[in-house]
Nanobody, 118 residues
Framework: VQLQASGGGLVQAGGSLRLSCAAS????????VGWFRRAPGKERESVAS????????YYADSVKGRFTISRDYARDTCSLQMNTLKPEDTAVYYC????????????WGQGTLVTVSS
Protein backbone atom coordinates (compact mmCIF):
# COMPACT_ATOMS: atom_id res chain seq x y z
CA VAL A 1 0.00 0.00 0.00
CA GLN A 2 1.18 3.50 -0.78
CA LEU A 3 -0.07 6.62 0.95
CA GLN A 4 -0.26 10.16 -0.38
CA ALA A 5 -1.02 12.94 2.09
CA SER A 6 -2.13 16.39 1.03
CA GLY A 7 -3.97 19.47 2.22
CA GLY A 8 -1.48 21.22 4.47
CA GLY A 9 -0.86 24.92 4.32
CA LEU A 10 -0.78 28.19 6.18
CA VAL A 11 -3.85 29.30 8.10
CA GLN A 12 -4.62 31.84 10.77
CA ALA A 13 -5.57 30.76 14.27
CA GLY A 14 -9.24 29.85 14.39
CA GLY A 15 -9.22 28.73 10.79
CA SER A 16 -9.72 25.31 9.23
CA LEU A 17 -7.85 22.90 7.01
CA ARG A 18 -8.71 19.50 5.63
CA LEU A 19 -5.98 16.92 5.21
CA SER A 20 -6.44 13.96 2.93
CA CYS A 21 -4.61 10.63 2.81
CA ALA A 22 -5.10 8.62 -0.37
CA ALA A 23 -4.29 4.90 -0.24
CA SER A 24 -3.41 2.88 -3.31
CA UNK A 25 -2.43 -0.74 -3.80
CA UNK A 26 -3.73 -3.63 -1.67
CA UNK A 27 -6.10 -1.63 0.51
CA UNK A 28 -7.91 -4.82 1.51
CA UNK A 29 -5.10 -5.40 3.97
CA UNK A 30 -5.65 -2.22 5.99
CA UNK A 31 -6.87 -2.46 9.59
CA UNK A 32 -6.73 1.20 10.57
CA VAL A 33 -5.48 4.58 9.41
CA GLY A 34 -3.92 7.09 11.72
CA TRP A 35 -2.85 10.70 11.58
CA PHE A 36 0.25 11.75 13.46
CA ARG A 37 2.13 15.00 13.77
CA ARG A 38 5.58 16.18 14.69
CA ALA A 39 6.01 19.76 15.83
CA PRO A 40 9.43 21.41 15.73
CA GLY A 41 11.56 20.15 18.57
CA LYS A 42 8.93 17.70 19.78
CA GLU A 43 8.28 14.00 19.60
CA ARG A 44 5.86 12.59 17.09
CA GLU A 45 2.39 12.24 18.56
CA SER A 46 -0.77 10.44 17.57
CA VAL A 47 -3.59 12.80 16.58
CA ALA A 48 -6.46 10.59 15.45
CA SER A 49 -7.19 7.19 14.00
CA UNK A 50 -10.03 5.31 12.38
CA UNK A 51 -10.53 1.63 11.70
CA UNK A 52 -10.85 0.79 8.01
CA UNK A 53 -14.45 -0.23 8.73
CA UNK A 54 -15.04 3.23 10.17
CA UNK A 55 -16.45 1.87 13.43
CA UNK A 56 -13.63 2.70 15.82
CA UNK A 57 -12.34 6.22 16.27
CA TYR A 58 -9.61 7.71 18.44
CA TYR A 59 -8.70 11.33 19.10
CA ALA A 60 -5.93 12.80 21.17
CA ASP A 61 -7.26 14.95 24.00
CA SER A 62 -5.61 17.99 22.48
CA VAL A 63 -7.77 17.80 19.33
CA LYS A 64 -11.06 16.38 20.63
CA GLY A 65 -13.98 18.53 19.55
CA ARG A 66 -11.89 20.32 16.92
CA PHE A 67 -10.66 17.58 14.57
CA THR A 68 -12.75 14.96 12.79
CA ILE A 69 -11.35 11.89 11.08
CA SER A 70 -13.37 10.14 8.38
CA ARG A 71 -13.17 7.60 5.59
CA ASP A 72 -14.28 7.90 1.97
CA TYR A 73 -15.05 4.32 1.04
CA ALA A 74 -15.46 5.00 -2.65
CA ARG A 75 -12.04 6.57 -3.05
CA ASP A 76 -10.00 4.76 -0.36
CA THR A 77 -9.10 8.00 1.31
CA CYS A 78 -8.98 9.12 4.91
CA SER A 79 -9.53 12.77 5.78
CA LEU A 80 -8.76 14.86 8.82
CA GLN A 81 -10.95 17.93 9.13
CA MET A 82 -9.22 20.40 11.42
CA ASN A 83 -11.28 23.28 12.80
CA THR A 84 -10.51 26.02 15.29
CA LEU A 85 -6.83 25.60 14.63
CA LYS A 86 -4.35 26.87 17.19
CA PRO A 87 -0.69 27.86 16.78
CA GLU A 88 0.24 24.75 18.77
CA ASP A 89 -1.27 22.63 16.00
CA THR A 90 1.63 23.70 13.78
CA ALA A 91 3.44 20.54 12.74
CA VAL A 92 4.20 18.18 9.91
CA TYR A 93 1.25 15.80 9.68
CA TYR A 94 1.64 12.21 8.53
CA CYS A 95 -0.86 9.49 7.76
CA UNK A 96 -0.04 5.86 8.35
CA UNK A 97 -1.72 2.49 8.22
CA UNK A 98 -1.88 -0.54 10.44
CA UNK A 99 -2.19 -3.83 8.56
CA UNK A 100 -3.84 -5.62 11.48
CA UNK A 101 -4.70 -5.28 15.16
CA UNK A 102 -1.53 -7.23 15.92
CA UNK A 103 0.72 -4.72 14.17
CA UNK A 104 1.72 -1.17 14.72
CA UNK A 105 1.71 1.43 11.96
CA UNK A 106 3.94 0.05 9.23
CA UNK A 107 3.40 2.21 6.17
CA TRP A 108 3.75 5.97 6.26
CA GLY A 109 2.93 8.70 3.81
CA GLN A 110 5.09 11.73 3.24
CA GLY A 111 4.30 14.54 5.62
CA THR A 112 2.27 17.62 4.89
CA LEU A 113 3.09 20.84 6.71
CA VAL A 114 0.41 22.70 8.65
CA THR A 115 1.33 26.16 9.89
CA VAL A 116 -1.07 28.09 12.11
CA SER A 117 -0.24 31.74 12.60
CA SER A 118 -1.34 33.65 15.67
Amino acid sequence: VQLQASGGGLVQAGGSLRLSCAASGRTQGIYAVGWFRRAPGKERESVASISWSGRNLYYADSVKGRFTISRDYARDTCSLQMNTLKPEDTAVYYCAIRPSAMHSYTTWGQGTLVTVSS
